[in-house]
């Protein structure tokens, strides 16, 4: 355990760990510098590990014992525009972070979909509730972004599987389960309409003025 | 090809492994692909890495293996965190700690370095005999040991045990025990947690005699039994005959391996899970390991001295035929059946049967080792790139890998692209995003 309440060992669900990836792949991939911004430890630790030279811009984690806890060194937030900047679950879009982004900038946004509601993290939160997707991008929209990328993590697909498994399981078939979790696996980024129906949904957004 | 030009091959691809921090690279594997992050996994490819190295130079008599073991010591030196844990150890789960077996299968590595390292006369071992106590006082033994059924658990919440993983964990307590010539980490863990292993061994259907469950939730014994998992359970189940002489465990070792060779197909792969205790069972065979084979093979070798010398040779060709052009080695075949098990000799190759994978080649490195002729040194590597079609997601691909990238495309789209050395991949399509 540590200072900060975080057990390094601890890991979320499974659509948390996918998203997560998403951003990393996608900050690691910019040219010059990005940041995120998190609304809590358990977030900022899964930005930590994985990208720990990227600064936090905004959160209300206790950073330093966590930073040390997973033997890093906490990062500087530097000057200047930023080419891209992450956000996970943010209650609002922070004008005073989106100010640093660059003409052409990117945003990387993980928002809750119509079943973030049964993501184990999302029960028993505080009072602090995350924008839904739709609302973030209509903010977004009116202060100049453009979605040109939007996935879903854990849709309908994956929850049907994954209750086709937990039934062949209830008829003693076990191998039928585990065949029903791979194609969970298969199917659990899903692109197009279905989107929304997902259970996180991650937006590439560009500064487009 | 001889097998010291495979070897020789492998130890060339490993150094396109390595980044920064150690040797990373994409997982793909049965429950669980991690193709996102590529940074080190300080992971149980660490156990084949540093053994494959020592028994090089061992063999060879040359130095340069030993620098090369030493150096993935001090990745995992470099790699350890204040709570013991190693950083990014949980292989197709990563970026987290807290691997197992994998942070086991470090300590193991550790503590054959240092026993190396110390009968040869350096004196610099005790770092990497320090770093694996660490982890294993502060992890296994202060948060997974479970006084009540005098085991090791696999998760500090829930009652639980995994054979396959407590035997890695086991054979690292051995190998402490031994470095410090004390009983206590064998009579007072090993021991108790290798009496539960054994406890939960089937005996009948004849179909599964041998095999051992793949793992038991609060005290539920989970049917699954993985020919290859079991095989890593042998090892330590020796080191208990050895220590104790006690017959019991060698016939449990023995009976281990009777289950995996009755299960062995003519082309030498083994199924990936047999189910159920009926006696017809359930099975799912796809997909076979190609490079964890090494360690299968290591297993059924240590057991010969025993009187079990079962013909393992199509085994070892299937093994070596595995080799890919640029030294790593193919993981699996039958990754497209994975879900419908219904696989198809003429139909290109799953990119993820293709795609070798540091920890799973770590496996045939330290088998194909052993097989170096004692005295003579590796020959050149001879090593190109790969470019092979393959299907993606149910449609055709190609897969490269150079020294510098690996990447997937299909129909004019990159669907994967990693630059090595790089922690995280730089393209990663939906298609492909399969955690």
């Known amino acids: 355990m540590i200072d900060a309440g975080i057990d390094i060992i601890r890991k979320p669900g499974l659509a948390y760990q996918e998203a997560f990836d998403w951003l990393a792949v996608r900050l690691h991939a910019m040219d010059g510098p990005v940041a995120c911004s998190v609304a809590a430890d358990w977030q900022l630790a899964e930005m930590a590990r994985r990208l720990p030279r990227v600064p936090t811009l905004h959160s209300e984690a206790a950073g330093r014992d966590l930073f040390h806890a997973l033997g890093l060194q906490e990062p500087e937030i530097s000057s200047g525009l930023l080419g891209a900047i992450a956000l996970v679950e943010p209650a609002k879009l922070p004008p005073a972070s989106l100010e640093r982004l660059k003409p052409g900038g990117r945003l990387f946004v993980v928002a809750g979909g119509r079943l973030a509601r049964f993501l184990a993290e999302r029960r028993g939160r505080a009072a602090t509730s995350p924008m839904s997707e739709r609302a973030l991008v209509g903010v977004a929209r009116g202060i100049g972004f453009r979605v040109i990328e939007r996935l879903g993590i854990h849709p309908p697909a994956a929850v049907l599987h994954h209750y086709a498994g937990e039934a062949a399981l209830a008829l003693g078939r076990r191998d039928w389960r585990d065949r029903c979790h791979c194609a969970m696996r298969r199917d659990f980024v899903a692109v197009g309409p279905l989107v929304s129906w997902s259970a996180l949904v991650c937006l590439t957004l560009e500064y487009a003025r | ?435």
């Open chain 2, 1 to 435: 090809m001889s097998d010291a030009q495979r070897v020789a091959n492998l130890d060339a691809w490993l150094e396109t492994m390595r980044g920064p921090d150690g040797y990373g690279g994409p997982v793909v594997h049965w429950w669980q692909n991690c193709l996102s992050y590529t940074g080190a996994g300080l992971d149980w490819r660490y156990e084949g890495i540093i053994s494959g190295y020592l028994t090089l130079w061992r063999r060879t008599g040359q130095a340069a293996w030993m620098d090369k073991a030493r150096r993935a010591g001090d990745d995992l030196l470099r790699g350890q965190l204040p709570s013991g844990n190693y950083r990014h150890s949980n292989f197709e789960l990563n970026p987290y700690s807290g691997g197992t077996p994998h942070e086991a299968a470090a300590d193991l590595g550790l503590l054959r370095l240092a026993s190396a390292l110390r009968q040869a006369g350096y004196n610099d071992w005790e770092p990497y005999a320090q770093a694996a106590e660490n982890n294993l006082r502060r992890y296994y033994l202060e948060r997974l040991w479970d006084g009540k059924v005098h085991a090791f658990r696999d998760s500090p919440d829930v009652p639980s045990l995994v054979p396959n993983k407590a035997c890695t964990l086991v054979e690292a307590l051995f190998a402490w025990a031994e470095l410090r010539d004390t009983d206590e980490p064998v009579e007072r863990y090993a021991l108790p947690t290798l009496r539960a292993v054994v406890a939960l061994q089937v005996k009948t259907p004849r179909r599964l005699a041998g095999a051992i469950p793949q793992n038991t939730i609060r005290e539920a014994v989970v049917d699954a039994y993985f020919p290859y998992y079991i095989a890593r359970c042998i090892p330590a189940l020796l080191q208990a005959g050895e220590w104790t002489d006690d017959v019991r465990w060698l016939d449990a070792a023995t009976a281990a391996g009777e289950f995996i060779v009755r299960h062995m197909g003519e082309d030498g792969l083994l199924p990936q899970a047999l189910y159920g205790r009926g006696q017809r069972g359930n099975l799912n065979r796809f997909p076979q390991w190609i490079a964890p084979l090494g360690d299968v093979l290591r297993a059924l070798e240590q057991l010969r001295p025993y009187g079990f010398n079962p013909d393992a040779s199509v085994m070892r060709s299937a093994l070596q035929a595995g080799a890919l052009p640029s030294g790593g080695f193919v993981t699996a075949r039958g990754f497209a059946a994975q879900i419908n098990q219904r696989f198809s000799p003429v139909a290109p190759p799953d990119f993820r049967d293709l795609l070798p994978v540091a920890g799973w080649s770590d496996k045939a490195f330290a088998w194909l080792a052993k097989r170096v002729p004692e005295g003579e040194s590796l020959p050149p590597p001879q090593t190109a790139d790969v470019a092979l079609n393959c299907i993606a997601h149910g449609r055709p691909a190609q897969w490269r890998e150079t020294a510098e990238e690996m990447t997937l495309s299909a129909g004019g789209r990159t669907l994967y692209h990693w630059r090595k050395g790089e922690s995280w991949a730089r393209v990663v399509a939906p298609e492909v995003m399969t955690r």
